[in-house]
């Protein structure tokens, strides 16, 4: 149960961090959309560990294969199925650290729920891993989004309490990828990359902030009162094992706002109704009003440390001490933020569906 | 679309604010389970704007009636249909300003999604009073959640700009019936108090923060990886008309702390694993891990104020300014208070049922 | 659980035999449909017992009220909540024989699976009364049907094993509505209403079979391999109490004939692919084919007989006969005839949706 | 859309015939249940074409292979992935008819609905071959009904007009399995066997009559008004390529009987109420009763038949034959018979979890 999203672009995740593989089912996807594996490579690599300072995961190469719904480079309107093959599995420390949950992770509630039966290596079902089933699934949906001129971006602007300085469309869309963070504020950078390497040396690790932003979101997406853009954007951005938090717009800041700063005035501008400000996010009673859609995610710190941290011996049921050996990233932020957009294009691609703004076959 | 929430228990919510009533329909609950007209009365209570500082809109008895799935007192297994009847129904200011969105609202929004076609009066169906809906069904939701022991509460912890200090959960449970605010803070309360009416006297508005807690939740509810705790309460929390934002434990203050300091370490109390902080608000890899589960949402000022603001006349599509007249709260927080609780509860009870914890016959 | 239908167009039946009322919500219909309760009316006064012969059951007025989604006599986008009053309610008899089920009722599967908790009264949830909520349903359907040239028309092909000969469309047309039974052969319906003369002597019932045929379906309805035409359709038909079987075009016939008899030629018509014969009855691998949809459904004889039959008494359990008094249809064919017309409409109007063929606003 | 079936146990299914492979995720299965691939490949072999007379497809291995969800022999709780790699693939006959549709296959009306772009291959995603996703998740399924001691079985009841004897319970578990039509009758199966031989000669084909049999089930499956015992039945056994219809107990043979006939009264045995016949084939108002569920499903002769056929050149719009080469089914019924045990098993299981009968974790 539960690893299904969508209700008329449907993507289905499976997989384990070091079982055969991982990937995904996409179901609803309009016949005659060109797809190759290289499209979805691309978002793939974007996720990778790759030089960044802030991570030091496994290299995998992460090739994308296609076992099903693409016939002649184009969707055939049957189910898609992608997969991501597992190589480098060396899975001993997981079995020394098995009955010892760590801190701040899945290990014990995943214990607890399934009976011990989980899949317990390298987190298994919720290791950061399976998170590139849903960028696969994001790399076709923003094929289809792109069918609507919708972009879809998200940047990096907090990292250990380091705030990016607020920058245009134009610089975001432009330095986000000129930088390992993936942030557009490339003075706030540098000083992310000092706290990070600190960090780093104290065995430690650090949290942040990233915002996604949609663009040319046509009013009118939004089914209220349940299925809202917005609570479908958080439920989809939860689903990012770290996320603690969402917010859209001026978000938890509208609290100490009073009515007249926080509403967004509307006025003509080029014969099109928009507002003045933006503290709606670009969605009003649940329904995107043309703005651009602004949602904003916190991630907390990787909870996987070097420094030894108290835990239990759930077979012992023992007080004990636990120190993670092995990979990990310092901080996660930046391999996030592919994850964001991959989970805002797929919750907006499927209210766009509901909407009837996409064709059931792509001329 | 989108009216109905919860996979095994369902609400579905209908109704207009100025049509003839506002109802819900329960679907999933077990048979067996003692409701009265009574039991749902008590929490719509909560909801009325009484004698606040902080609500001066209409009056409305709100009494519920029960149409169906109702026996003898006790659930049927057959859907429940709760209704409430509206009555004091003026709308001839909404025809005064039908084509005039005011910023903030859905109007804008609605009027685009449907074409002009919805009914525009008090909001419609984006009026707060659907809100009603949300709390008779939470009503039924709460009454499953007590066989199970588990206990959902919700209280202010701030408004415009003001903060209420951390509380124990006795003076939680305690102080936030004491007063309008329904903040655990009597001291903050009466700064609160005092905001309130000074932007009440520039015709303005306040937002605030809620939070709600919800205890002895067992570990291992949440269906990973898109039906977790978190994403279910954030959608369930996000149908509330304000809200702009949900975080859980740390949440947002996360971005700032080292995972040293975030992750929270377990140990034995009582022969029961738990975790000395909880940061993690109850839920780790999305499922619950037996600690309170702690959301906290943004509600943004009352968009509704008496100040003249600028919009845009969507018939003739041309600027213009508009003045609101009539009843409007100057802040909704105290009365979101009790919806936030149903959203908690109605959230978990799904999840619950889920879980199987919750037998489809209550003897 | 189990009382919403379809993914897009959606809905959801409440209300028991003896209580309030019964109802439907309607959720996902467009905008802008223009909708009376005269519409409404309409297709429940077909199901009415009226003068028929067949049926004498109690004499309730079925006034249809639109409590909700309805706005200046269209349809708003929010859901629609339609409900008849329940009036003539007398349930002495049923006092009596609560723990005596009744053979070939829900009595005691709903008693076992509700644990006694059911609204007995009637039959309850379970009585026929509960089609008129799907009857209600359908008429809005029938109106978005119309939008495309859709017709659904049902009628009686058989009752008490006398089979009406095959009449063309036309004639169906026409003659259904000239006879209480709803019977195209108006020869075969003389004798069908002296079989049921004959029986209703007997203190005895009868059943039969009702064919449903859609028009001018494009082709393309249907979602493979789960969401066909056909799968849909038989779902949504079974809902129907009394029904115990559903065939598609050919349907058991086709068991005995071989490949090349069974097999529809495609020949060119008008420029249009059709086929020269319709076994498939209009689906071909659960997707419509353009040709008329057939769908037969087998009533069975109506379970309330005035006969003595042996039954269990489920409070002493103990061996016990019943003999039920009071009003009861001896044959509800004709009646049920209008509830399969809802169905399929409803269904069919979801799968139109679902392939993007009904826009989300009606202009 | 369309390819995910069930709600607490879900299936989904996904590939082609002569693509990579084919294979099914089942989402939503308790952890701990032990499962090998041979509990897997037993059932796929017997979909196996075999030596069979009434069938000579191509061979496959049709090997099963676990891809995720399965840890230490174990279900982890985890979405479970299964795949059958495709071998034998020569689709060179499909080239040449690809716009030539086959009468009585979905090739037209798939051309229609995916505007050319499905895989036409092999009939692509509307081949038989997809049905081994679905004896995969009945396999899984399968396990999990005996937990409850559900036994579900099918047998073929006619091919080609000839009848079997009905036989009781044991004469059709054993005997079913010793001849190759899967007939408890091995008199009629000689008979049967004849037919074929000669339709085989003509170049011609055959359909049938299976009867699924659920035994063991307890009362109170099944959640009416929609998700009927029946109606979801009904569903997913439509979802089997060439069936035409469906009935349950007495099913259409009820429309000639009386209700004092058809109705079955209940009595007391062994202190169990029990009903003394089954015209209700186990389920009354959408709910189990406790007696055998009894669902037989009409198979129409395979459409792909060695005789030439008229169709229409889809490109071309122009009248056309089509003569179909290759190795096809002449009578696909006896391979049918374990689909459709595994569409019942499927289905029942889903209802049970529904029900609350089956733990989240095996223990």
Known sequence: ?????????????????????????????????????????RELDKRKPGGSIATTVRKEADKVEI????????????????????????????????????????????????????????????????TATLVMGGAIARKLLKLLKIEVMAHTIEIGGIRAKAKGLDEIRENRNKNPLRCADLKATEEMVKAIEAVKKEGDSLGGI?????????????????????????????????VKGVEFGAGFSAASKKGSENNDPFTLKNGRIVTTTNNAGGILG??????????????????????????????????????IKGRHDVCIVPRAVVVVEAMMTITLCDLAMRAGLIPRVIK
């Open 1 to 41: 149960m539960g690893n299904s999203l969508g209700k008329l672009f449907t993507i289905t995740s499976f997989g384990e961090s070091h079982g055969r593989g991982v990937g995904t089912i996409i179901d609803g996807c309009p016949a005659g959309l060109a797809i190759t594996e290289a499209d979805i490579q």
């Open 286 to 323: 649940g329904i995107s009003n043309g703005m651009p859609i602004i949602a904003r995610v916190v991630i907390k710190p990787t909870p996987s440390i070097a420094k030894s941290q108290p835990t239990v011996n759930i077979r012992d049921m023992e007080n004990a001490s636990l120190t």
């Open 210 to 242: 990233i915002e996604g932003i949609a663009l040319n979101v046509p009013a009118g997406l939004g089914e209220p009162i349940f299925d809202t853009v917005d609570g479908e954007l958080a439920r989809a951005l939860l689903a990012i094992p770290a």
């Open 67 to 130: 076992l099903a719904g693409i016939f002649n480079g184009k969707t055939t309107g049957a189910p898609i199925c992608l997969v991501i093959w597992n190589q480098d599995v060396d899975f001993s420390e997981y079995e020394r650290i098995r009955f010892l949950p760590r801190p701040g992770q899945a290990d014990y509630t995943a214990f607890m729920k399934y009976g011990g039966f989980n899949d317990f290596r390298g987190g298994g079902r919720f290791s950061g891993r399976v």
